[in-house]
């Protein structure tokens, strides 16, 4: 019997891009159900200030999340927050059509839990795109991991340009500048950056944090600082004996 591979066909890498993004079925792996969920959601005293946080996500706008998941990763420890990717995913269909949410990741093969991880992402409902994390000694001689997505992100934001109104891509990287630009006026396609002001690694071979041209170029810029009290992961306190 062939062993099931949470990790999607690399050969087609589009396929799982426009999926039915409708809430997806949450088992008992999860560690709290819908309704706590939807509770969590419901209980923001003040969604006028998070609908300020999101300018320009309209509904019934074709919408498209496209996520540089270790870029995002780095911007949400810097600034405290261990991020419930399921609300990010639910405040945007509660304001959008949101087509799919793409998470772009390196993935370590020789690490179970990378590997569940992924399987995890896929069954909630997110499309994945992965490439293997590739380990190097840097200049001061220290083994590094790196897993670089930008080619991956770029071409699934073009490809999907013609059948979407808004891209919004998180990450903090200058590079996608370029990208920004060409969806705008050559695509003629709104687009924002989902990214943090938050302070920024110190280590001289981290990135250096937020692109301020990234935000000059996108239509928007949406701060992970503002959003954090709504995208804070919680886990309820077990009610066994």
């Known amino acids: 019997m062939t062993k099931e591979n949470p990790i999607r066909d690399?050969?087609?890498?589009?396929?799982?891009?426009?999926m039915d993004v409708s809430f997806p079925d949450l088992?008992?792996?999860?560690?709290?159900?819908?309704?706590?969920?939807e509770q969590s959601i419901?209980?923001?005293?003040?969604?006028?200030?998070?609908?300020?946080c999101?300018?320009?996500?309209?509904?019934?706008?074709?919408t498209v999340v496209l996520l540089d998941n270790n870029n995002i990763y780095r911007a949400t420890k810097n600034i405290g927050l261990r991020m419930d990717?399921?609300?990010?995913?639910?405040?945007?269909e509660e304001r959008c059509n949101l087509r799919s949410m793409v998470i772009f990741s390196a993935l370590d093969r020789d690490d179970p839990q990378s590997l569940d991880w992924a399987k995890w992402v896929r069954k909630r409902g997110f499309g994945l795109v992965t490439k293997d994390l590739k380990r190097y000694r840097n200049r001061k001689g220290v083994i590094e991991a790196k897993g670089n997505l930008d080619v991956e992100l770029t071409l699934a934001a073009m490809t999907?340009?013609?059948?979407?109104?808004?891209?919004?891509?998180?990450?903090?990287?200058?590079?996608?500048?370029?990208?920004?630009?060409?969806?705008?006026?050559?695509?003629?396609r709104k687009v924002s950056i989902l990214g943090s002001s938050g302070p920024t690694e110190s280590d001289d071979d981290a990135p250096t944090?937020?692109?301020?041209?990234?935000?000059?170029?996108?239509?928007?810029?949406?701060?992970?600082?503002?959003?954090?009290?709504?995208l804070i992961y919680y886990r309820p306190k077990s009610t066994k004996s």
């Open 160 to 188: 999907l340009s013609d059948q979407i109104d808004h891209v919004i891509i998180g990450s903090r990287d200058g590079d996608f500048v370029p990208l920004v630009r060409e969806l705008k006026k050559g695509h003629h």
């Open 27 to 37: 088992g008992d792996d999860f560690p709290f159900g819908r309704d706590e969920l």
């Open 42 to 52: 419901a209980s923001i005293e003040d969604r006028k200030k998070l609908d300020e």
């Open 209 to 230: 944090g937020m692109s301020s041209d990234l935000i000059e170029e996108a239509d928007n810029f949406y701060d992970l600082v503002s959003l954090k009290p709504f």
């Open 54 to 62: 999101l300018p320009g996500v309209t509904l019934g706008e074709n």
């Open 85 to 92: 990717y399921l609300k990010l995913k639910r405040i945007f």
């Open 10 to 18: 690399q050969s087609d890498p589009l396929r799982p891009m426009m």
